[in-house]
């Protein structure tokens, strides 16, 4: 096989997706809140970007949580596109954002330009622990941030008297009068979609099946799932028989058949 058609290969080709995947989510919001209060008829919608970004309705959630001292935060290195509180908890880290995802990218790209087999096989196991790893990380790293800021609400706010909370990085809170629901936003689902590829390219790792494989391997999917499962019962039953020594034995079946007779044990 010629080193440009290695590339054909799913092992090979699934990681240079998910490097485009990743790159492409930079252009697009990864993060999206929406807002529910008495005083707005529709629903407001902020979108958050992988770097100091905001889009959506931001202005206006910016002056709703005015009222319960709640800011958007500090991104300290750069000038973002929103005005910043000086009460507002400091996220120097949110500038990494861009590093995170090329440099993820960047080393799907090396895995998949793995000059062996065996190289790749390992690359791709790198590449996949080190992205779950990290993304992991920031996640932990975001979800902490959002407690910092829930639990420093500004006392000086017009609506006094409202606890400390923790807005979650994925689900639904409310604060006062106000609902809201975090999800992923479309660079989000781009970025688990190149994590998803990356774990289909470790599972076939050792295959060296082809794009144009991909239908057949489409439609066999459901057997071998099946194959599967009734391999994964029959080994379950082997095992259950083997913690239950004697219990095959033929004295153990001359026992049996004796008790259905009647007969002595």
């Known amino acids: 096989m010629s080193r440009l058609a290695r590339f054909g290969e799913l ?8 490097a485009a995947l990743l790159l492409v989510s930079l252009a697009l919001p990864v993060w999206r809140i929406t807002l529910t209060a008495p005083q707005y008829v529709e629903t407001l919608v902020v979108e958050l970007y992988a770097y100091p970004r905001l889009a959506g309705d931001f202005v206006e ?10 800011y958007y935060p500090d991104p300290v290195y750069v000038e973002p596109n929103y005005e910043v509180n000086e009460r507002a908890v400091a996220v120097p880290e949110w500038v990494l954002g861009p590093v995170l ?5 960047a080393g799907a790209v090396v895995s998949a330009l793995a000059p062996s087999a065996r190289a790749l096989a390992r690359r791709l196991r790198y590449q996949l622990a080190g992205t779950v790893a990290l ?3 920031t996640g932990a790293i ?5 407690y910092q800021t829930g639990h420093s609400l500004d006392p000086a706010a017009p609506l006094s008297g409202v606890d400390g909370f923790t807005p979650p990085l994925v689900g639904t809170y409310e604060v006062a009068n106000i609902s809201g629901n975090a999800w992923l936003g479309p660079g989000g689902y781009l ?14 790792r050792e295959s060296e099946a082809t794009v144009g494989d991909l239908p057949d391997l489409l439609r066999a999917a459901p057997d071998r799932v ?4 009734g391999r994964n019962r029959d080994e379950r039953d082997e095992r259950g028989r083997r913690e239950r020594p004697g ?14 007779r009647g007969g002595p044990p």
């Open 247 to 260: 219990a095959d034995s033929p004295d153990a079946t001359e026992r049996g058949r004796g008790g259905a």
């Open 226 to 229: 099946r194959e599967r499962v």
């Open 135 to 137: 993304f992991a990380a």
């Open 191 to 204: 970025a688990a979609l190149a994590v998803a590829l990356l774990a289909v390219a470790y599972l076939l």
């Open 142 to 146: 975001i979800q902490y941030r959002l």
């Open 101 to 105: 995802f090329v440099a993820l990218a």
């Open 11 to 18: 092992r090979r080709a699934l990681p240079l997706t998910a």
């Open 61 to 70: 959630v910016q002056r709703l949580n005015h009222y319960v001292g709640f």
